[in-house]
């Protein structure tokens, strides 16, 4: 089998990864754009068990991987999903000092990971997740074509 692409390019899928979040998110820095999505995966991860976090995990980009994995305390027992403005609310909190995480922070993480990761195994994973899951990840769009992967 050959090597995944996202491991073979990995800097140049976490470069466009990058970019299409601080456009969505009209931030200007590397900084800014990581800060928004460790927030958004890290208020993610708080809702799913260890085994259910690896599988999620798995069917992201290289590097996103890393980061949702990153620090995690897979001993904390699950949270539920709470209403939207809450989970924004949570997101913003992380790193409270050193964030300029928008509202749009988790439609905009979830739109760029829609475009580097396989729909059909995101909605898979997804599927088997706590309830709740399908609508944190959930994108609205005029033209679907837009969330539709762009890496293979």
Do not use: C
Not at 32 to 51: E, I, K, W
Not at 136 to 144: I, L, R, Y
């Amino acid at each position: 089998m050959p090597m995944p692409w996202t491991y073979r390019h990995a800097s140049k899928e976490w470069r466009a990864i990058l970019d299409d979040l601080k456009d969505r998110m009209d931030l200007v820095s590397d900084n800014s754009a990581y800060t928004a999505m460790d927030g958004v995966l890290q208020v993610f991860r708080r809702r799913l068990t260890a085994q259910q976090g690896i599988d999620f995990a798995s069917v992201l980009p290289s590097i996103p991987r890393a980061v949702f994995i990153n620090g995690w305390q897979v001993e904390e027992p699950p949270l539920p999903f709470a209403d939207r403005a809450a989970l924004v609310r949570e997101v913003m909190a992380v790193r409270k000092d050193h964030n300029l995480t928008p509202e749009n922070a988790i439609e905009a993480v979830a739109w760029t990971l829609r475009r580097y990761t396989s729909r059909a195994d995101l909605e898979r994973v997804l599927q088997r997740l706590p309830e709740g899951a399908v609508d944190f990840w959930h994108v609205e769009v005029a033209d679907p074509r837009e969330i539709e992967q762009r890496i293979f």
